[in-house]
């Protein structure tokens, strides 16, 4: 057996079901590999940020990692936008990333390059130079670390970097799993901590993130909440939230810094759980980065890599909240809108038609705004653009829908974060995916124009306007979605809107919507 | 006047005329300031890969940097493929990549990521924290940097990192450009081990790259070649080769170490210019990878990084060359092909319609098959995929054709490349480029169908199959042009190839052709 084919039957042992895959021609016994071991399922992209966002979906709705394929570093540079949102995410993901032997690395072929500091950037774990003897165990430590949560800032993506001849050479054979990983357990003086400041008398607020926006986390959040009259909020952009009616009512971190200060204005106590303390998304001249009020006190129930739900259940049990009735999001009646699309519209047409159970994949342009609009409306697992990096939407609904296959998915998408990765398409149709994406066309940069006039600059000279500009010419989505394999329509009403988004979740298989809206809210 | 006027100013005084720009929210104050430099024009794509192609397409054919506008770490995460075939060509950039401040970084917003490692994989010259008062200063050596010829692996691409507050706060004002770097020239030594090489009544070939095969440079190695009956052959994927009737006749080394060793059999002795030791693309068990013969002796007249015209022209006087007539390409009648299409008709085709002082930009597919077909059709510019990344030739040719608007271009792209990059399209009808894309579909990855073979895999088993194919569904690339706003047509014949070749390069604007061929030869 020879190395590439006990690292893929290793890493199938270990769990790992799905390969998102680019390869080349170093990779080719790789791909031999994956031929034989039927329990990996790969599927080809035609473009490695929609492998590497497509494992973050996968992540996100599954916990699991996927591997990803990746052709040196040219290969994994493409993918590496869309890691550092799966970084955010804090997604487990395994990428392969294959490379010269090091005897062929001397030579300076074209293809070589540093591909170790490219994997600096994003990974938490990376081994560099795989051997034949080494690259079973190799996989199986990959899979391991992607699932052991770690401190500070890093995620737990792992990188394993192999020459060819790790692949094509004889092994040890497969390697066996490692045992799995478990979050800690947050110490008694963190929960006591957190239990005083209920003490106070002030407004307490839950900061919670990653594992505290679990379903079971966010029930016993609630009870607390429900128990103590404290505010249960996440953060800007979770990498996912379970909403939706009987699901923990809960809100959510706005974008801008003033708007954070002023929400934050109303807290005596922010206790995080598994978050970070709130920073502006950006800098700004005239406005605070840390966006902590002074009479606000900051403390922290757990760490991100800490187990939030037996941190949360702890404090529930402290403060006597652990048999409280959570507080749910109520199923109301969204009516469908009328007349023309705006960002308002077309977020109620999002609300009105959902069906029950639906993933919600966001990228920049509308999709956050509609975040709290479709918490009345069904069941509802939404995954927003955790690192900023425009891009994401499409490819993790991708993701999502293979991880996910009975359910059908809503990609949100701005024009200009669509265009980065719109190849995602073409595997929705290869593989028939049920992942319906919507696109926000404002033919703009829209939240340019707004951070532009944030500079105090009141005339925008002829070279900005162009630079936030997308109308010249405009994009035709549903003629790149043809190109691309799959179906599409044009929606210049409400109306039009709601039933195109109707019929694509009733029909099977992807479907794009192009909205054609006609304000320039972000 | 801010950091950002001081630094847009003192590029625009060095020379930098051109700003291929994808900028975000910590770019505001730089696109203000490209607002007020109407030197520096602006040029807005919808992703970053296409930005730096484009950059090293504009330098190439015109031997200056463009500057990019990138954003933060997932900005220039989306460049580093076409860097790194920037890298390659020893195209000179200047990349300016937005950043946080670093009052703000410890505060680890979505967006924050160690750039400066990415930077590390492809440049040659990176600041990273660049302030207002150092910004300009910082611009011009940016510039300088770029412009000068280093040694070793790494091209000369600069790369400056600055926190948005370098860019908003007061400037020490612009920077004097510094003095023009200058190549170094060749020591008598160098010249006479060359010479002696000619001594040894042996076969010689001179390999030439880089400054060696810019048009003065092939003149003299081609005197050179007259006079002593050497060969003259390029790397496998030039950056940059002036060819076509009275050009001088020049050959270039094939793909496949096999072939490479099959033409060096012939060859006792080596000299390169400007050139790297002849190395396999790809690492194979059975194969080499450095692809010298025994009997074949390795001498060097120049480095990449020194004056090969200088070089040459001592060599050439030492040689009694100075005077000799250059062997010069013929012109030759090429009939246009008929009938089907396969690689050959479309290389025909190209050959038999090309327009006089075209520009051709390859990627993978046929591009590099075509190269010596056409060398007796008219005066060309060839630009190869020099870094083995593809997604290359389509952000190329737009930036080609940014530098020479007088000049028609061509794209010369595979089906698998294209899928990477296409968002080109939408640049190219934005500044109404004259450039012909011209898609080889395949509906393969084909070279991994050879490569694959190339294992002694003789039963391709169903998921390998499966990750070289790009049947289902096969890409509508006129749908996907429409998408991005430029006409297109499919060609299934020569004759409608030869004809739709024809109407694109007479009309203004760009255009796409999808040849449909049959056949499945790289």
Not at 222 to 232: L, V
Not at 330 to 355: D, H, S, W, Y
């Amino acid at each position: 057996m020879n190395g590439a084919k006990a690292l893929i039957e290793t890493l199938a042992n270990c769990g790992v079901e799905v390969c998102f895959a680019n390869p080349g021609t170093s990779e080719m016994h790789l791909v031999q590999a994956l031929d034989s071991v039927p329990e990996m399922r790969s599927i080809l992209s035609l473009f490695e940020g929609v492998c590497t966002g497509a494992a973050d979906g996968y992540a996100r709705m599954t916990g699991k990692p996927a591997a990803t394929l990746l052709h040196l570093g040219p290969g994994l540079a493409n993918g590496i936008a869309n890691l550092h949102n799966a970084r955010r995410a804090r997604s487990p993901i395994i990428n392969i990333v294959g490379n010269h032997p090091n005897f062929h690395t001397g030579l300076d072929a074209p293809l070589t390059s540093d591909i170790d500091t490219l994997a600096r950037n994003y990974s938490s774990w990376i081994k560099t130079d795989s051997t034949s003897t080494t690259l079973a165990q190799d996989g199986a430590n990959a899979f391991t670390a992607s699932l052991r949560q770690t401190s500070g800032s890093a995620g737990q993506i792992s990188t394993l970097i192999m020459g060819a001849d790790a692949a094509w050479e004889k092994s040890a054979g497969i390697a066996k799993p490692n045992a799995f990983p478990q979050r800690a357990k947050v110490e008694n003086c963190d929960v006591e901590a957190a239990a005083a400041a209920f003490n106070d008398k002030g407004k307490v607020m839950l900061l919670v993130e990653h594992h505290a926006t679990s379903p079971e986390a966010l029930i016993i959040a609630s009870k607390i909440s429900a128990h103590t009259g404290c505010r249960i909020v996440t953060g800007t952009f979770p990498a996912r939230v379970e909403g939706g009616p009987n699901a923990p009512a809960i809100e959510r971190l706005p974008y801008f810094p003033e708007q954070v200060l002023a929400m934050l204005s109303e807290v005596d106590q922010l206790i995080l759980v598994g978050a970070q303390v709130p920073a502006s998304f950006f800098a700004y001249q005239a406005t605070p980065g840390l966006l902590v009020p002074e009479n606000c006190t900051v403390s922290r129930l757990c760490r991100v890599e800490d187990d939030a739900i037996d941190a949360l259940s702890k404090l529930a049990s402290r403060l006597g909240a652990s048999e409280t009735s959570p507080i749910l999001f109520e199923k109301k009646e969204i009516p469908k809108p009328a007349g023309g699309l705006n960002t308002k519209t077309v977020i109620q047409a999002v609300a009105a038609t959902m069906p029950e159970n639906l993933i919600v994949a966001t990228d920049s342009g509308g999709g956050n705004a509609a975040y709290a609009y479709c918490q009345n409306s069904v069941p509802v697992s939404w995954l927003a653009l955790t690192g900023g990096a425009i891009g994401q939407g499409s490819p993790v609904a991708t993701g999502a829908a293979i991880a996910c296959p009975d359910r059908p998915v809503l990609a949100l998408l701005g024009d200009g974060g669509a265009a980065y990765t719109i190849q995602s398409l073409w595997t929705q149709a290869r593989e028939n995916l049920n992942v319906v994406t919507l696109i926000f066309a404002n033919n703009s940069y829209n939240i340019l124009n707004v951070e532009y006039s944030r500079l105090g600059v009141t005339e925008v000279g002829e070279v900005a306007a162009s630079l936030f500009d997308m109308t010249n010419p405009k994009i035709d989505w549903v003629a790149i979605a043809k190109g691309f394999g799959i179906e599409g329509a044009y929606a210049d009403t409400s109306e039009e809107l709601c039933e195109l988004l109707e019929n694509a979740y009733e029909n099977n298989g992807p479907f794009l919507i192009q909205a054609n809206i006609k304000d320039r809210q972000p």
